[in-house]
């Protein structure tokens, strides 16, 4: 039974053997394929038509990923960990919708979060490069969040400020019918989306809707500039570290990478 339970785990979480690689390649077939029924039927024409299919195949799909799941569970050394782990959840999420669906209408279509199964490929391709880059893009956002925090604190009290003054100028004759319809045209204005269904009329309500347009135009890049000087910072550090030698007596790292010998104890590099 134990080696039961290892040979399905070696096969459905592990990548380095023939079965294992082939299981999670056909895993993403199907994954892409239930994803593309969910798509397909939201279209009301081949909802009509092929309504019988749609229903057949979304069974087929989440009785084969229910099996899935449950095996992941059966044969995971710790199953709790799994179960709460970030793809565990993601699995579980893939089957819940057509269940619900027998209780709720149109929970179905939540079946879409299949997709973020797909995040596999990352560990099935070995794309690891991939990762790395990731890891430091949440580096790099982890790092300028007190600025992003500070940006988006201006950001918000410019809106509010703009929003009230718009309320005062133009007026609900304008449909500027209260402050926080103000504020949401402020919003749209200066995120430079523009829907159009309220504008002002005034003149003094135009050059201010100008000033905003010119602001959410100047005020687009500075997100971006914050996160790209955190990315070079984060980049450099990896550089940095990729240059030292590390020494397998003492354990010391700071050492220069054309280095004999260690810095701190001495050691002769081999």
């Not at 999670?24 to 039927?41: A, R």
């Not at 990352?122 to 430091?136: A, D, S």
């Not at 269904?197 to 890049?221: E, H, N, Q, R, W």
Request: proline share 3%.
């Amino acid at each position: 039974m134990k080696k039961t339970r290892e040979r399905i785990y070696t096969i459905i979480f592990g990548t380095d053997t023939p079965a294992g690689k082939s299981f999670d390649v056909v895993l993403l077939i199907m994954i892409v394929l239930s994803v593309l029924v969910v798509l397909l039927e939201s279209v009301k024409t081949l909802q009509t038509v092929h309504h019988d299919f749609f229903a057949s195949a979304e069974w087929f799909f989440t009785l084969i990923f229910t099996i899935e799941y449950i095996f992941r569970i059966y044969s995971h050394p710790k199953p709790i960990k799994y179960i709460t782990s970030f793809m565990g959840i993601i699995d579980l999420l893939a089957i819940l919708p057509t269940y619900m669906g027998l209780l709720f209408d149109q929970a179905t279509f939540l079946l879409t979060l299949r997709a973020f199964r797909l995040l596999r490929m990352f560990r099935i391709l070995k794309l690891t490069r991939y990762v790395v880059e990731g890891n430091q893009l949440m580096r790099a956002l982890r790092g300028s969040l007190y600025k992003i925090t500070i940006f988006l604190g201006v950001v918000l009290t410019m809106v509010l400020l703009m929003g009230t003054i718009m309320y005062m100028v133009e007026g609900e004759n304008s449909d500027f019918t209260s402050i926080p319809q103000s504020i949401y045209w402020a919003i749209v204005t200066i995120t430079t989306v523009g829907y159009g269904d309220i504008a002002p009329v005034t003149v003094l309500g135009k050059i201010i809707a100008s000033i905003a347009m010119l602001t959410g135009y100047s005020i687009i890049a500075v997100p971006t500039g914050i996160i790209s000087i955190e990315m070079g910072k984060v980049s450099m550090k990896g550089k940095q570290k990729e240059s030292q030698k590390d020494c397998g007596h003492c354990g010391h790292s700071d050492n220069d990478d054309e280095a004999n010998f260690c810095s701190h104890c001495g050691k002769k590099f081999e």
